[in-house]
C-alpha cells in the first residue's frame, strides 16, 4: 500500500480569504472540486509545473499571443495560463444562463428602442441626456432597421463573486467583446495535458461555440440571399486580438478580410479575390463602429471600407454586432440596466449589478466624494483596466485628482463600493495560492440566445491584485461547467 | 482566394525557399572553404572566396559593403550578414522573420501544422538556442535550417488539400528554386571557362562538385552519370534534367502545373501562363549544345529573365485584382 506522497505540499501555504471557489471553509473542499482537489494532490507540484510549461510552449509554438504596445514594436506575448482550471456546478450554471439570456434579450430590445420610438426615455427611466450623450450612441443609426432587429449578436458579460457567493454583472461587453478563442483554446490545451481529469469529470462541452456564431451570422443575411457570404473583418496583423479573429475564421471555414481587400460597388460590398469581385453578404466585424467607414465615420480611418455603412443601410450588408451598440454597454448607462430588464421584459434581473453610485445624483456625489478611499472609480468611457481609481490602493493625490475630475465631470464616472473577488487556487511557483479571478461567460443571439458554456476565467495574477485585464497582467483558466450526474466513465489513476 | 492572401502565400514559400538556400550555400562554402585551404597554397584563405560569391548570388554584396566597408571580406562577418543581422532582408532571420509573418497574416488558411512549424523556427531564431548553436558549429546551424525548410515544405504537402492555396504555395515555392538555381550556376560558372575543355585539376573538380551540392545534387548527380564530374554533364543536369526536383526544368514544370490548377476555373489563360509555357517548352526541346553555343551565361540570364517577367505576370494576374 501507498503511503501518503510527501507532495502534498501543493496546499501547504494555502490561505483562505473572502470567498473561495474551492473551499467553504478550511479543509472543507466543496463538493464539485473534490475530485479536482483529490487529483491535484496527487498530482503534485513538480508535476503541475511540468504540465504548466508544457502549456506555455503549446500556446507560444501554436502562436496564440497577443499584442503589447509601448516599446518601440509591438511584442508578442502569450496570455499566461494557470493549469488549475475552474468549476462551475451545474445549479450556479443554470442561474448564470438564465440571468444571462434575460440581460441580453433586454439590451436588444433597449438598443432598439433607443433609435427608433424612445419609449424608454420617454418615460424617464433612463435620462435621455446620458443616452444621447453616450459615447458609444450613433445618431447616423436613427430609425435604421438592422436585420431581424438583433443588435449584439456576440457579448460577453463580465460576472464577478461577491464575499458570499453570489454572482453580480460586473460589467455588459456589447461592441467586439474578445477573449473566447482562449476559451477554445485553454480547453483543447487542457485535454492535451490533462486526459485523465477530463474522464473524471462530466464536463458541458464548447466545442459548438463557432458553428453557433456562424449560424447566427446567417441568420442576419440580407433576405432573398439562401447562401449568404460571410467573412470576419479585421483591423489586421497588427491588432492585439489577431489571433482571435484568425481562429474564428479559421473555425467557421470563412474568409478573414482586411478593408483593403473589401469595396463597394452599385450598393453592395465585394472582395477582391483572384478571381475578380466577390460579394459579401455578412461581415462579422472585429472594427470599432468610428473605423467601419471613412464616408460615415472617422474619415482618417485606413481600416474601413468606403460604402461599407451604405450597404448595412440598404439591407444588402448584415453587420454583427450591429452600429451603435456602445449605448448598451456605457458604463453611464450599467447601473439602470435592471429598470432596463424590468421595463421591457416585466421580469426581476436575475443577475444583481455591483451597486453604483452616481455623481450626477448631488447625494451619490457626496457620497463618493467622502468615501473615496473605499470605493472603485471608473471613467464611464474607458476599458481594459484603464482610468480607474481603486480607492484601497490609492494615494491622496490619486483621490484629489479623481475627486476634482469628478467634479468637472460628473457624467464621466461612475463609483462602486470594492469588492474583493472571489479567489481561486492558482499554480504560482511550485504552491497554490488564491488568486482573484472574473468569469468573462460570451453570449450569442441569433435564432435564439445560446450561452458559451462557461466562459473565460480570468485571474489576477499578482497577490492581492484586484485587476484581471490582460493589459495589465491577467492570466487565464480554463472553465468547466460541470453535468449533473457521473462522469461518462472513470479510470483509475 | 482573396489576393491578399494568394500574394502572401506566394511569398511565404519564396522566402521559405530563399532562405534554405541561404543555408545550404553557406554551408557549401564553409565546407569548400575547408577544402580549398588545404590545397591552393597561393591563397590560403586570405579571400573567402567560396562565401563571399553568396552574396553576390544573392545579389547583396552592395549593401554588405555598405555595412561593413568596402575591401577585405572577412568570414565571419559574411556569415553574421547573411544568417542573424537583421539589418540585412536577404538574412535568413529576416526572410524567415517575413515568411512567419506572412503566415501569421493567413495562418486561416495554411494548415496549423504548417503554420506552427513556421511561428516554431522564427522563436527559435530569435531565441539564444540558436545563436549558441551557430557559435558552436555553423554547419549544424545551417544544416537545421535546412532541415527546418524542407519540413515546412513537407507539411504543405502532407497536410494541404490541393487547392489554390496549395498551388500558390507551390507557384512561389518553384519559382524561386528555377531563379535560384540560374544564379547560382551563373555566379559559380563566372570565373570557370564555358563550355571549352577544362583542366583537371583537383581544385576545379572541387569548384564542380560544389556546384552540385549548392544545388543538393551531388548524390543524385553521381547516381546518373557514373561519378564523372564535369562540366557538361553538371550543366546539363542541373538545367534540363527532367526528374531531378531541383532543376531548373523540373522547376518549370511544377510552376506551370500549379499555375494552370490556379487557372483551371478561369477559361482564359494568363500572360503570366503563356510565359511560363514558351519557357517549359523551351527546355523540354533544346539540344543540350545549343546551350554552349548560345553561351551559358546568356542563356542564364535568358532564364532570369523569363523568371522576372513571370513573376511580374503572376502579380498583375491575381494579386491586383
Known amino acids: ?493 | 482566394m482573396l489576393s491578399r492572401v494568394a500574394e502572401n502565400l506566394y511569398w511565404i514559400s519564396r522566402y521559405v525557399e530563399r532562405a534554405e538556400n541561404v543555408a545550404r550555400l553557406l554551408d557549401v562554402g564553409f565546407h569548400l572553404e575547408l577544402d580549398a585551404s588545404g590545397l591552393d597554397g597561393d591563397a590560403p584563405g586570405a579571400d573567402p572566396a567560396p562565401i563571399a560569391s553568396v552574396l553576390s548570388i544573392l545579389a547583396c554584396r552592395d549593401a554588405f559593403e555598405r555595412a561593413h566597408g568596402p575591401g577585405r571580406l572577412d568570414r565571419e562577418a559574411v556569415m553574421r550578414f547573411l544568417t542573424f543581422d537583421r539589418g540585412n532582408d536577404q538574412s535568413i532571420v529576416a526572410m524567415l522573420g517575413r515568411a512567419r509573418e506572412n503566415a501569421r497574416a493567413t495562418q486561416e488558411t495554411i494548415s496549423a501544422e504548417a503554420w506552427h512549424q513556421l511561428n516554431r523556427l522564427h522563436f527559435y531564431l530569435q531565441g539564444k538556442k540558436a545563436r549558441r548553436r551557430f557559435a558552436d558549429s555553423p554547419p549544424r546551424f545551417l544544416q537545421g535550417i535546412k532541415r527546418a525548410c524542407i519540413l515546412f515544405d513537407g507539411l504543405v504537402d502532407g497536410t494541404l488539400p490541393r487547392t489554390e492555396i496549395y498551388h500558390f504555395l507551390q507557384l512561389g515555392r518553384h519559382l524561386e528554386r528555377a531563379n535560384q538555381i540560374s544564379r547560382i550556376l551563373s555566379v559559380k560558372l563566372h570565373g570557370l571557362r564555358e563550355g571549352g575543355p577544362v583542366v583537371e585539376s583537383p581544385l576545379r573538380i572541387v569548384h564542380w562538385s560544389s556546384l552540385l551540392w549548392s544545388c543538393a545534387a551531388y548524390e543524385a548527380y553521381l547516381r546518373d552519370y557514373h561519378d564523372r564530374v564535369d562540366p557538361e554533364g553538371v550543366v546539363r543536369y542541373l538545367i534540363l534534367d527532367p526528374e531531378f526536383p531541383r532543376s531548373i526544368r523540373f522547376c518549370v514544370s511544377r510552376c506551370l502545373e500549379s499555375l494552370r490548377a490556379i487557372a483551371a476555373g478561369d477559361g482564359f489563360g494568363s500572360e503570366a501562363e503563356r510565359c511560363l509555357g514558351r519557357l517549359d517548352s523551351e527546355l523540354h526541346y533544346i539540344d543540350p549544345a545549343e546551350i554552349f553555343e548560345r553561351g551559358l551565361g546568356r542563356f542564364l540570364s535568358g532564364v532570369q529573365d523569363a523568371c522576372n517577367t513571370i513573376g511580374d505576370e503572376i502579380h498583375q494576374a491575381y494579386f491586383f485584382t
Open chain 1, 1 to 493: 500500500m501507498a503511503t501518503t506522497p510527501p507532495q502534498t505540499r501543493l496546499f501547504d501555504r494555502y490561505a483562505l480569504a473572502g470567498y473561495d471557489e474551492m473551499f467553504a471553509g478550511p479543509g472543507q473542499v466543496r463538493p464539485h472540486y473534490r475530485a479536482l482537489h483529490d487529483r491535484l494532490v496527487r498530482l503534485g507540484p513538480e508535476e503541475l509545473e511540468h504540465r504548466h510549461r508544457a502549456a506555455d510552449l503549446m500556446m507560444r509554438n501554436q502562436g496564440i499571443t497577443f499584442t503589447v504596445y509601448g516599446r518601440e514594436q509591438g511584442v508578442e506575448r502569450i496570455i499566461p495560463f494557470d493549469p488549475v482550471p475552474r468549476l462551475i456546478s451545474p445549479s450556479e450554471w443554470d442561474r448564470i444562463e438564465q440571468g444571462l439570456i434575460q440581460r441580453v434579450r433586454a439590451l436588444n430590445l433597449f438598443i432598439h428602442d433607443v433609435y427608433h420610438e424612445r419609449h424608454i426615455l420617454r418615460d424617464r427611466v433612463v435620462p435621455s441626456e446620458l443616452i444621447l450623450g453616450a459615447s458609444g450612441y450613433r445618431r447616423e443609426c436613427v430609425g435604421l432597421r438592422v436585420p431581424r432587429d438583433i443588435y449584439v449578436h456576440v457579448s460577453g458579460i463580465d460576472l464577478i463573486r461577491d464575499a458570499d457567493g453570489t454572482f453580480l454583472v460586473l460589467e455588459d461587453n456589447c461592441r467586439t467583446p474578445s477573449g473566447v478563442s482562449y476559451v477554445l483554446k485553454n480547453r483543447q490545451v487542457m485535454k492535451q495535458l490533462f486526459p485523465l481529469l477530463f474522464a473524471e469529470h462530466n464536463i458541458r462541452p464548447i466545442d459548438d461555440y463557432t458553428t453557433n456564431l456562424l449560424a447566427v451570422l446567417r441568420h442576419i443575411g440580407p433576405p432573398g440571399v439562401d447562401e449568404p457570404v460571410v467573412a470576419v473583418l479585421t483591423p489586421g496583423v497588427y491588432n492585439s486580438a489577431y489571433f482571435e479573429h484568425s481562429f474564428l475564421a479559421r473555425r467557421m471555414g470563412v474568409e478573414l478580410v482586411e478593408g483593403r481587400d473589401l469595396f463597394f460597388d452599385s450598393g453592395q460590398l465585394f472582395m477582391r479575390t483572384i478571381r475578380g469581385p466577390q460579394r459579401v453578404d455578412v461581415l462579422y466585424r472585429r472594427i470599432d463602429d468610428d473605423f467601419l467607414d471613412p464616408m460615415t465615420f472617422r474619415p482618417d480611418s485606413q481600416l474601413g471600407v468606403p460604402g461599407l455603412v451604405a450597404a448595412y443601410r440598404t439591407g444588402r450588408l448584415g453587420l454583427a454586432n450591429a452600429i451603435g451598440t456602445g449605448v448598451a454597454d456605457d458604463k453611464g448607462v450599467y447601473p439602470f440596466v435592471p429598470e432596463i430588464i424590468r421595463y421591457y421584459l416585466k421580469e426581476d434581473p436575475i443577475l444583481p449589478n455591483v451597486e453604483t453610485f452616481r455623481p450626477q445624483i448631488p447625494a451619490h456625489r457626496q457620497h463618493i466624494l467622502a468615501n473615496l478611499h473605499q470605493l472603485v472609480v471608473k471613467a464611464v468611457d474607458a476599458s481594459g483596466g484603464y482610468g480607474m481609481l481603486i480607492g484601497p490602493a490609492s494615494t491622496a493625490e490619486q483621490r484629489a485628482e479623481f475627486a476634482r475630475r469628478i467634479a468637472d465631470n460628473p457624467r464621466g464616472y461612475i463609483a462602486q463600493p470594492t469588492i474583493t473577488l472571489s479567489q481561486h487556487p492558482t499554480l504560482v511557483d511550485h504552491h497554490l495560492e488564491g488568486r482573484h479571478v472574473d468569469l468573462r461567460p460570451f453570449v450569442l443571439c441569433g435564432e435564439t440566445v445560446k450561452v458559451l458554456a462557461g466562459g473565460l476565467t480570468r485571474v489576477a495574477l499578482p497577490r492581492g491584485s484586484l485587476v484581471v485585464n490582460s493589459s495589465q497582467g491577467g492570466g487565464t483558466k480554463d472553465t468547466w461547467v460541470l453535468r449533473a450526474g457521473p462522469p461518462k466513465r472513470s479510470e483509475a489513476p
